[in-house]
Protein backbone atom coordinates (compact mmCIF):
# COMPACT_ATOMS: atom_id res chain seq x y z
CA UNK A 1 0.00 0.00 0.00
CA UNK A 2 2.97 2.37 0.79
CA UNK A 3 4.19 1.78 -2.86
CA UNK A 4 0.64 1.87 -4.24
CA UNK A 5 0.50 5.52 -2.27
CA UNK A 6 3.21 7.09 -3.89
CA UNK A 7 2.73 6.17 -7.39
CA UNK A 8 -1.22 7.65 -6.50
CA UNK A 9 0.45 11.26 -5.32
CA UNK A 10 3.17 10.91 -7.83
CA UNK A 11 -0.16 11.42 -10.33
CA UNK A 12 -1.42 14.13 -7.94
CA UNK A 13 1.83 15.96 -8.92
CA UNK A 14 1.60 15.38 -12.63
CA UNK A 15 -1.86 16.36 -12.82
CA UNK A 16 -1.19 19.73 -10.37
CA UNK A 17 2.06 20.49 -12.24
CA UNK A 18 0.13 20.47 -16.09
CA UNK A 19 -1.91 23.25 -16.36
CA UNK A 20 -3.89 21.72 -19.72
CA UNK A 21 -4.37 18.90 -17.54
CA UNK A 22 -6.27 20.82 -14.78
CA UNK A 23 -8.15 23.03 -17.61
CA UNK A 24 -9.47 20.00 -19.45
CA UNK A 25 -10.24 18.64 -15.90
CA UNK A 26 -12.37 21.79 -14.15
CA UNK A 27 -11.98 24.09 -17.21
CA UNK A 28 -14.07 22.31 -19.67
CA UNK A 29 -17.09 20.83 -17.65
CA UNK A 30 -17.51 24.24 -16.38
CA UNK A 31 -17.71 25.84 -19.46
CA UNK A 32 -20.15 23.20 -20.65
CA UNK A 33 -22.84 23.49 -17.96
CA UNK A 34 -22.76 26.93 -18.43
CA UNK A 35 -23.13 27.14 -22.41
CA UNK A 36 -25.60 24.27 -22.11
CA UNK A 37 -27.55 25.51 -19.23
CA UNK A 38 -28.05 29.39 -21.22
CA UNK A 39 -28.31 27.57 -24.94
CA UNK A 40 -29.94 23.94 -24.25
CA UNK A 41 -33.59 24.60 -24.55
CA UNK A 42 -36.66 24.28 -26.16
CA UNK A 43 -37.96 27.34 -25.06
CA UNK A 44 -38.55 29.99 -27.54
CA UNK A 45 -38.59 33.54 -26.10
CA UNK A 46 -38.30 37.45 -27.54
CA UNK A 47 -39.22 35.70 -30.52
CA UNK A 48 -40.26 39.08 -33.29
CA UNK A 49 -43.82 38.79 -34.41
CA UNK A 50 -46.13 40.88 -36.54
CA UNK A 51 -49.84 41.87 -35.26
CA UNK A 52 -51.55 43.04 -37.80
CA UNK A 53 -55.09 44.70 -36.54
CA UNK A 54 -58.01 44.77 -39.26
CA UNK A 55 -60.48 44.86 -36.54
CA UNK A 56 -59.54 48.12 -34.43
CA UNK A 57 -62.07 46.81 -31.57
CA UNK A 58 -61.77 46.50 -27.83
CA UNK A 59 -60.86 42.64 -27.97
CA UNK A 60 -58.53 42.47 -30.76
CA UNK A 61 -56.56 45.28 -28.55
CA UNK A 62 -56.77 43.42 -25.67
CA UNK A 63 -55.64 40.08 -27.22
CA UNK A 64 -52.91 42.09 -28.72
CA UNK A 65 -51.78 43.25 -25.30
CA UNK A 66 -51.98 40.04 -23.73
CA UNK A 67 -49.32 38.78 -26.56
CA UNK A 68 -47.19 41.52 -25.95
CA UNK A 69 -47.14 41.06 -22.62
CA UNK A 70 -45.87 37.87 -22.33
CA UNK A 71 -42.36 36.85 -22.23
CA UNK A 72 -42.45 35.08 -25.76
CA UNK A 73 -42.90 37.59 -28.17
CA UNK A 74 -41.85 41.14 -29.20
CA UNK A 75 -44.11 42.56 -31.34
CA UNK A 76 -42.65 44.35 -33.96
CA UNK A 77 -44.24 47.77 -35.69
CA UNK A 78 -46.23 46.84 -39.34
CA UNK A 79 -48.71 48.13 -41.96
CA UNK A 80 -51.59 46.58 -42.56
CA UNK A 81 -50.74 45.53 -45.87
CA UNK A 82 -50.48 41.93 -46.75
CA UNK A 83 -47.41 42.62 -48.64
CA UNK A 84 -45.46 43.79 -45.54
CA UNK A 85 -45.93 40.92 -43.95
CA UNK A 86 -44.53 38.74 -46.58
CA UNK A 87 -41.62 41.19 -47.21
CA UNK A 88 -40.68 40.63 -43.52
CA UNK A 89 -40.95 36.88 -43.68
CA UNK A 90 -38.75 36.72 -46.75
CA UNK A 91 -36.12 39.08 -44.94
CA UNK A 92 -36.34 37.11 -42.05
CA UNK A 93 -37.00 39.82 -39.31
CA UNK A 94 -40.26 38.06 -37.70
CA UNK A 95 -41.04 34.54 -37.07
CA UNK A 96 -44.56 34.73 -36.94
CA UNK A 97 -47.37 37.26 -37.86
CA UNK A 98 -50.97 37.45 -36.16
CA UNK A 99 -53.88 38.83 -38.13
CA UNK A 100 -57.40 39.79 -36.41
CA UNK A 101 -60.00 40.30 -39.50
CA UNK A 102 -62.50 43.18 -39.67
CA UNK A 103 -65.30 42.04 -37.22
CA UNK A 104 -63.72 39.98 -34.73
CA UNK A 105 -65.05 41.63 -31.73
CA UNK A 106 -68.59 41.61 -32.84
CA UNK A 107 -68.45 38.52 -33.79
CA UNK A 108 -66.78 37.22 -30.32
CA UNK A 109 -69.97 39.07 -28.84
CA UNK A 110 -72.93 37.41 -31.00
CA UNK A 111 -71.90 34.33 -30.20
CA UNK A 112 -69.95 33.52 -33.48
CA UNK A 113 -66.77 32.07 -34.65
CA UNK A 114 -64.01 35.09 -34.64
CA UNK A 115 -61.01 33.85 -36.21
CA UNK A 116 -57.72 35.08 -36.31
CA UNK A 117 -54.71 34.25 -38.36
CA UNK A 118 -51.51 33.02 -37.30
CA UNK A 119 -48.68 33.07 -39.90
CA UNK A 120 -45.55 31.30 -39.31
CA UNK A 121 -42.34 30.63 -40.70
CA UNK A 122 -42.11 26.64 -40.89
CA UNK A 123 -38.39 26.87 -42.80
CA UNK A 124 -38.22 25.69 -39.36
CA UNK A 125 -40.75 23.87 -38.41
CA UNK A 126 -39.87 23.21 -34.36
CA UNK A 127 -39.91 27.20 -33.85
CA UNK A 128 -43.27 27.27 -35.89
CA UNK A 129 -44.73 24.89 -34.18
CA UNK A 130 -44.01 26.14 -30.87
CA UNK A 131 -45.16 29.65 -31.38
CA UNK A 132 -48.60 28.97 -32.62
CA UNK A 133 -48.73 26.46 -29.50
CA UNK A 134 -47.44 29.64 -27.42
CA UNK A 135 -50.50 31.90 -29.53
CA UNK A 136 -52.97 29.17 -28.99
CA UNK A 137 -52.47 28.98 -25.48
CA UNK A 138 -52.64 32.78 -25.07
CA UNK A 139 -55.97 32.64 -27.16
CA UNK A 140 -57.35 30.64 -24.60
CA UNK A 141 -56.82 32.30 -21.88
CA UNK A 142 -58.00 34.94 -22.95
CA UNK A 143 -61.47 33.76 -23.50
CA UNK A 144 -61.62 32.12 -20.69
CA UNK A 145 -60.86 35.60 -18.93
CA UNK A 146 -63.05 37.44 -20.96
CA UNK A 147 -65.87 34.62 -20.98
CA UNK A 148 -65.58 32.39 -17.52
CA UNK A 149 -69.44 31.71 -16.83
CA UNK A 150 -71.50 33.08 -19.49
CA UNK A 151 -73.68 31.19 -21.05
CA UNK A 152 -73.97 32.08 -24.88
CA UNK A 153 -70.27 30.84 -25.64
CA UNK A 154 -67.81 33.30 -26.95
CA UNK A 155 -65.35 30.98 -28.85
CA UNK A 156 -62.00 32.34 -30.93
CA UNK A 157 -60.40 29.73 -33.54
CA UNK A 158 -56.73 30.39 -34.95
CA UNK A 159 -56.29 29.69 -38.47
CA UNK A 160 -52.68 28.57 -38.97
CA UNK A 161 -50.52 29.06 -42.03
CA UNK A 162 -47.15 27.68 -41.98
CA UNK A 163 -45.05 29.47 -45.27
CA UNK A 164 -42.29 27.53 -47.12
CA UNK A 165 -43.06 24.37 -44.89
CA UNK A 166 -46.69 23.31 -45.14
CA UNK A 167 -45.86 19.62 -44.55
CA UNK A 168 -43.37 20.45 -41.13
CA UNK A 169 -41.00 18.46 -42.67
CA UNK A 170 -37.76 18.35 -40.06
CA UNK A 171 -35.37 17.75 -42.85
CA UNK A 172 -36.32 21.73 -44.16
CA UNK A 173 -34.75 22.86 -40.99
CA UNK A 174 -32.30 19.83 -40.67
CA UNK A 175 -30.12 19.62 -44.03
CA UNK A 176 -29.14 23.35 -44.15
CA UNK A 177 -27.67 23.20 -40.54
CA UNK A 178 -25.70 19.50 -41.35
CA UNK A 179 -24.85 21.22 -44.22
CA UNK A 180 -23.00 23.75 -42.38
CA UNK A 181 -22.26 21.58 -39.48
CA UNK A 182 -20.68 18.71 -41.60
CA UNK A 183 -18.66 21.57 -44.47
CA UNK A 184 -17.56 22.95 -40.89
CA UNK A 185 -15.83 20.44 -39.29
CA UNK A 186 -14.48 18.31 -42.58
CA UNK A 187 -12.78 21.54 -44.50
CA UNK A 188 -11.10 22.42 -41.26
CA UNK A 189 -9.82 19.07 -40.11
CA UNK A 190 -8.47 18.39 -43.40
CA UNK A 191 -6.44 21.57 -43.75
CA UNK A 192 -5.55 22.01 -40.10
CA UNK A 193 -2.98 18.93 -40.07
CA UNK A 194 -1.87 20.48 -43.38
CA UNK A 195 0.93 21.93 -42.57
CA UNK A 196 1.66 20.64 -39.29
CA UNK A 197 2.53 17.43 -40.62
CA UNK A 198 5.55 18.52 -42.87
CA UNK A 199 6.96 19.59 -39.36
CA UNK A 200 6.54 16.75 -37.78
CA UNK A 201 7.83 14.72 -41.05
CA UNK A 202 10.90 17.15 -41.10
CA UNK A 203 10.24 18.23 -44.64
CA UNK A 204 9.68 21.34 -43.79
CA UNK A 205 13.15 22.47 -44.87
CA UNK A 206 11.85 21.32 -48.22
CA UNK A 207 9.30 24.11 -48.74
CA UNK A 208 12.13 26.84 -47.51
CA UNK A 209 14.45 26.37 -49.83
CA UNK A 210 11.60 25.80 -52.85
CA UNK A 211 11.08 28.79 -55.21
CA UNK A 212 8.00 29.18 -54.24
CA UNK A 213 6.66 32.05 -51.47
CA UNK A 214 5.15 30.87 -48.49
CA UNK A 215 1.65 32.39 -49.84
CA UNK A 216 2.00 30.11 -52.37
CA UNK A 217 2.57 27.33 -50.06
CA UNK A 218 -0.36 27.92 -47.99
CA UNK A 219 -2.80 27.83 -51.17
CA UNK A 220 -1.67 25.03 -52.70
CA UNK A 221 -2.16 23.15 -49.61
CA UNK A 222 -5.91 24.24 -50.00
CA UNK A 223 -6.80 23.66 -53.43
CA UNK A 224 -6.84 20.15 -53.48
CA UNK A 225 -9.51 20.06 -50.45
CA UNK A 226 -11.20 23.13 -51.79
CA UNK A 227 -11.57 20.51 -54.67
CA UNK A 228 -12.88 17.30 -52.51
CA UNK A 229 -14.99 20.01 -49.87
CA UNK A 230 -16.76 20.71 -53.38
CA UNK A 231 -17.48 16.76 -54.47
CA UNK A 232 -18.74 16.96 -50.81
CA UNK A 233 -20.65 19.87 -51.49
CA UNK A 234 -22.24 17.92 -54.13
CA UNK A 235 -22.96 14.74 -52.76
CA UNK A 236 -24.74 16.46 -49.62
CA UNK A 237 -27.11 18.44 -52.06
CA UNK A 238 -28.03 15.26 -54.21
CA UNK A 239 -28.89 12.88 -50.98
CA UNK A 240 -30.50 15.82 -50.04
CA UNK A 241 -32.67 16.56 -53.21
CA UNK A 242 -33.52 12.71 -53.99
CA UNK A 243 -33.60 10.83 -50.31
CA UNK A 244 -34.42 13.75 -48.19
CA UNK A 245 -37.23 15.36 -50.98
CA UNK A 246 -35.62 18.88 -50.25
CA UNK A 247 -36.29 21.44 -52.50
CA UNK A 248 -33.70 23.90 -54.09
CA UNK A 249 -36.32 27.29 -54.56
CA UNK A 250 -33.52 29.49 -55.65
CA UNK A 251 -30.69 29.87 -58.04
CA UNK A 252 -28.68 26.49 -57.50
CA UNK A 253 -25.80 28.82 -59.27
CA UNK A 254 -26.04 31.52 -56.34
CA UNK A 255 -26.37 28.33 -53.68
CA UNK A 256 -22.81 27.08 -54.76
CA UNK A 257 -21.07 30.52 -55.06
CA UNK A 258 -21.85 30.58 -51.62
CA UNK A 259 -21.21 27.47 -50.31
CA UNK A 260 -18.20 27.85 -52.14
CA UNK A 261 -17.37 31.33 -50.33
CA UNK A 262 -17.90 29.33 -47.00
CA UNK A 263 -16.03 26.37 -47.71
CA UNK A 264 -12.80 28.80 -48.37
CA UNK A 265 -13.58 30.34 -45.23
CA UNK A 266 -13.29 26.78 -43.50
CA UNK A 267 -10.20 25.65 -45.20
CA UNK A 268 -8.30 29.29 -43.84
CA UNK A 269 -9.33 28.66 -40.42
CA UNK A 270 -7.69 24.89 -40.68
CA UNK A 271 -4.91 26.57 -42.05
CA UNK A 272 -4.47 29.10 -39.59
CA UNK A 273 -4.87 26.21 -36.66
CA UNK A 274 -1.89 24.21 -38.75
CA UNK A 275 0.14 27.24 -38.37
CA UNK A 276 0.14 27.77 -34.90
CA UNK A 277 0.32 24.01 -33.40
CA UNK A 278 2.61 21.96 -33.45
CA UNK A 279 1.75 18.22 -33.94
CA UNK A 280 -1.23 16.24 -35.70
CA UNK A 281 -3.04 15.41 -32.52
CA UNK A 282 -3.17 19.18 -31.55
CA UNK A 283 -4.46 20.38 -34.36
CA UNK A 284 -6.69 17.47 -35.11
CA UNK A 285 -8.46 18.14 -31.24
CA UNK A 286 -8.77 21.71 -32.00
CA UNK A 287 -10.74 21.51 -35.19
CA UNK A 288 -12.87 18.48 -34.83
CA UNK A 289 -13.67 18.86 -31.20
CA UNK A 290 -13.13 22.82 -30.65
CA UNK A 291 -15.44 23.36 -33.58
CA UNK A 292 -17.61 20.84 -33.23
CA UNK A 293 -19.43 21.83 -30.13
CA UNK A 294 -19.59 25.20 -30.99
CA UNK A 295 -21.01 25.54 -34.72
CA UNK A 296 -23.69 23.04 -32.92
CA UNK A 297 -24.34 25.42 -30.00
CA UNK A 298 -24.43 28.66 -32.27
CA UNK A 299 -25.84 28.08 -35.44
CA UNK A 300 -29.34 28.12 -34.89
CA UNK A 301 -30.39 25.00 -36.42
CA UNK A 302 -30.97 22.99 -33.16
CA UNK A 303 -31.04 25.82 -30.62
CA UNK A 304 -32.68 29.00 -31.50
CA UNK A 305 -30.19 31.73 -31.15
CA UNK A 306 -33.10 34.24 -29.14
CA UNK A 307 -33.06 32.15 -26.14
CA UNK A 308 -29.48 32.79 -25.79
CA UNK A 309 -27.96 35.78 -23.82
CA UNK A 310 -26.08 38.67 -25.25
CA UNK A 311 -22.58 37.45 -25.27
CA UNK A 312 -23.47 34.41 -26.75
CA UNK A 313 -25.14 35.88 -29.10
CA UNK A 314 -22.22 37.90 -30.08
CA UNK A 315 -20.43 34.91 -30.06
CA UNK A 316 -22.63 33.09 -33.06
CA UNK A 317 -21.97 36.26 -35.33
CA UNK A 318 -18.17 35.14 -34.92
CA UNK A 319 -18.82 31.58 -36.31
CA UNK A 320 -18.77 31.44 -40.79
CA UNK A 321 -21.60 28.23 -40.14
CA UNK A 322 -24.00 30.90 -38.34
CA UNK A 323 -24.36 33.48 -41.37
CA UNK A 324 -23.48 30.39 -43.92
CA UNK A 325 -26.62 28.55 -42.45
CA UNK A 326 -28.98 31.78 -42.81
CA UNK A 327 -27.54 31.82 -46.55
CA UNK A 328 -28.78 28.50 -47.14
CA UNK A 329 -32.38 28.51 -45.81
CA UNK A 330 -32.96 31.74 -47.59
CA UNK A 331 -32.01 30.27 -50.70
CA UNK A 332 -33.00 26.40 -50.78
CA UNK A 333 -36.41 27.54 -48.84
CA UNK A 334 -37.58 30.55 -49.23
CA UNK A 335 -36.51 30.96 -53.38
CA UNK A 336 -34.36 34.51 -52.25
CA UNK A 337 -31.60 36.40 -54.36
CA UNK A 338 -28.60 38.10 -53.52
CA UNK A 339 -30.64 41.07 -53.44
CA UNK A 340 -31.83 39.93 -49.62
CA UNK A 341 -29.29 37.54 -48.39
CA UNK A 342 -26.04 40.27 -49.30
CA UNK A 343 -25.23 41.62 -45.89
CA UNK A 344 -24.52 37.81 -45.21
CA UNK A 345 -22.30 37.36 -48.18
CA UNK A 346 -20.53 40.56 -46.85
CA UNK A 347 -20.01 39.10 -43.45
CA UNK A 348 -19.01 35.80 -44.70
CA UNK A 349 -16.50 36.98 -47.20
CA UNK A 350 -14.99 39.56 -44.89
CA UNK A 351 -14.81 36.41 -42.51
CA UNK A 352 -12.96 34.44 -45.19
CA UNK A 353 -10.21 37.04 -46.16
CA UNK A 354 -9.75 37.51 -42.77
CA UNK A 355 -8.92 34.34 -41.86
CA UNK A 356 -7.13 33.62 -45.20
CA UNK A 357 -4.68 36.90 -44.43
CA UNK A 358 -4.02 35.93 -41.09
CA UNK A 359 -3.41 32.42 -42.06
CA UNK A 360 -0.71 33.81 -44.37
CA UNK A 361 0.95 35.98 -41.76
CA UNK A 362 1.18 33.29 -39.36
CA UNK A 363 2.72 31.01 -41.66
CA UNK A 364 5.42 33.93 -42.78
CA UNK A 365 6.25 34.37 -38.75
CA UNK A 366 6.70 30.75 -38.08
CA UNK A 367 8.94 29.97 -40.73
CA UNK A 368 10.87 33.62 -40.61
Known amino acids: MKQFMVFVRKEFYHVFRDRRTLLIL ?6 QILLFGYALTTEIKNAEIIVVDHAGDAASQQLTTMIAASKYFDINASDKSDEDIYKAFKKGKVKCAVVFPIGFGNDLLNGEVAQIQIIADASDPNTAKTLTNYLT ?3 AEYQQQINPTANIPMRIEPVTRMLYNPELNGSMNFVPGVMALVLMIICTTLTSVSIVREKE ?24 YLALSLIDLIIILLLAVVALNMPIRGSIILLLL ?8 CLSLGLLISSVTRSQQTAMMVSMMGMMLPTILFTGFIFPLENMPWPLQFISNLLPSRWFYVIVKAVMLKGLGIGVIWKETLVLAGMTVLLLTISIKSFKTRLS
Open 258 to 265: ESTLFIIS
Open 201 to 224: MGTMEILLVSPFKPTYVVLAKAVP
Open 26 to 31: FGLPVM
Open 137 to 139: AIT
